[in-house]
């Protein structure tokens, strides 16, 4: 013990705040971790440490250092810690999301690739996507007849599972669930994986899971694989049936790897591997289409130039389709100024230290979490001109992307472990806020001032169907 306390104080890490200013700031800590650590990076630096219990934590907003972690040191860098939570059910044997760099992840990020996310595969499912887009839109315009108030948040979540239920199973998973216990589901499930669990600092307590996250987990976990373990054999039995026609959907893909490979996917890596993607992919899609209409709205300049765009390249009261997009600059520059201001993963997801690594002079230890602290990043007035001021204008003459190669913005990541969905997050995000924007006005409720929303709060507006 002596040995490695001599050690550890050997680090050359400034010491980070103490354990009384992490306890003194535990409620802002938890209810918006990304601003408290941007202003604590403020006093204690750019690459700061919290040390709790056994578990080092190193927090980097500095684009030097992410360049470093996430391209310089990546193959130091391409584990994940292992929360406790993601134990239940074996899960993290089996998930894409927290298995360390090994073949079966490999395997996993090649079918991503190759398969799932490929421009190929999701040009083939655009039409499952485009029936959803129709029906959304169908919804909308009835509340906009009846004069009804939109929760732009939930409308955002139903319509983003719905178009991940389609795309990877042809049908609706929802109606199975019910929406509202789904998103309470979904909901549970990332508050989970981001609720600070005093098992992962003190793994004596493992045991008793004091606060009842693994419990609760696995009860939600349940709930999830209670759906979708009846449609994977329904859709295994139909397979089986003469003249079964495919449906270009994941699972049909994911079966056809399997029926010629057990090896490289089974059927319970599949319900696994389902559960990464609708958990991974919902929340953080309909968190980044709810932040995008609401700076629209607080910006009444760039909607009105967004909307014009829009209208002229496609006509206006028409759903925009995945195919328009690369006809529309300024929507895109819209949903990437969006990123930057209000990245859904706004801390990335956890890397991992294989070994000690030098960053910017600094030693990060072995085992030691790394966060990357993107919202911080994306405020930095060192880094962006007018760092808080939503403006599209910045991206619209300038090659930054959103692909993990400017360190600057990296809402998907970057490396060997950067965001595998991203490419159908990019296509939904364009396709439903062009739609929303082409197809309506949209009006604050109680006929609020732009001026006065608080931009993180959940938006409530008003459809008027454009004339
Ligand atoms: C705007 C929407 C999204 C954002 C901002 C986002 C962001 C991220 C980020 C930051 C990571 C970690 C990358 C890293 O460590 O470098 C990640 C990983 C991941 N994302 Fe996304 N994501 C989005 C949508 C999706 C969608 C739609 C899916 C699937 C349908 C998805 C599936 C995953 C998976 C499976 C991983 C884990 C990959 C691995 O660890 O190898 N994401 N995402």
Request: aromatic share 8%.
């Amino acid at each position: 013990l002596h040995a490695r306390i001599r050690r550890k104080s050997n680090y050359n890490l400034p010491p980070g705040p103490s354990l009384l200013t992490i306890i003194r700031n535990s409620v802002q800590l938890y209810k918006k971790p990304q601003q408290t650590m941007a202003k604590l990076a403020k006093t204690y630096g750019p690459i700061m440490r919290f040390t709790i219990g056994q578990s080092t934590t190193i927090v980097i907003s500095s684009i030097e250092a992410t360049k470093e972690i996430l391209q310089t040191h990546e193959s130091l860098f391409s584990d994940r810690t292992n929360p406790d939570i993601t134990t239940s059910y074996n899960h993290n044997r089996y998930s894409l999301v927290f298995l360390p760099v090994s073949p079966l992840w490999q395997e996993l990020r090649k079918i991503c690739h190759g398969n799932l996310f490929s421009a190929k595969t999701l040009d083939a499912s655009t039409e499952l996507r485009r029936m959803k887009m129709k029906e959304l839109l169908t919804d909308i315009r009835q509340r906009s007849l009846n004069g009804e108030v939109v929760d732009i948040g939930r409308a955002a979540f139903m319509a983003c599972i719905n178009f991940l239920s389609y795309t990877f199973l042809s049908l609706d998973f929802v109606p199975s669930v019910g929406d509202g216990e789904y998103k309470h589901i979904v909901g549970t499930l990332l508050k989970a994986t981001g609720t600070p669990n005093l098992v992962d600092y003190f793994p004596v307590l493992r045991v008793f899971d004091p606060q009842g996250i693994r419990r609760h987990t696995t009860n939600y976990i349940d709930k999830l694989f209670d759906v979708l373990d009846p449609m994977i054999d329904e859709r295994m039995r139909r397979r089986q049936e003469k003249g079964y026609v495919t449906s270009h959907d994941m699972l049909d893909i994911l079966l056809d790897i399997s029926d010629q490979s057990s090896e490289k996917i089974h059927r319970k890596q599949i319900k696994h591997l389902f559960l990464d993607l609708f958990v991974a992919g919902t929340d953080t899609t309909a968190y980044g289409l709810e932040r995008t209409m609401t700076e629209l709205m607080h910006n009444p300049e760039a909607m009105l130039k967004a909307k014009k765009e829009i209208a002229e390249t496609i006509g206006v009261g028409n759903p925009v389709e995945e195919s328009d997009v690369a006809r529309l600059p300024y929507l895109q520059a819209v949903i990437k100024e969006s990123l930057r201001m209000h990245p859904p993963a706004p801390l990335l997801l956890p890397r991992r230290a294989k070994t000690d690594v030098q960053v910017c002079g600094y030693t990060v230890p072995e085992g030691a979490q790394v966060l990357i602290n993107e919202w911080a990043i994306g405020r930095n007035p060192g880094i962006w001109d007018k760092a808080h001021v939503f403006s599209p204008e910045r991206f619209l003459h300038s090659d930054i992307d959103v692909k993990g190669r400017h360190f600057k913005l990296t809402p998907f990541g970057s490396g060997r472990r950067i965001c595998p969905g991203s490419p159908l997050a990019v296509r939904m995000l364009h396709n439903m806020l062009g739609s929303l924007i082409n197809n309506f006005d949209w009006k604050l409720q109680n006929n609020m001032d732009p001026k006065d929303m608080d931009l993180d709060q959940s938006l409530m507006a008003i459809p008027l169907a454009t004339a």
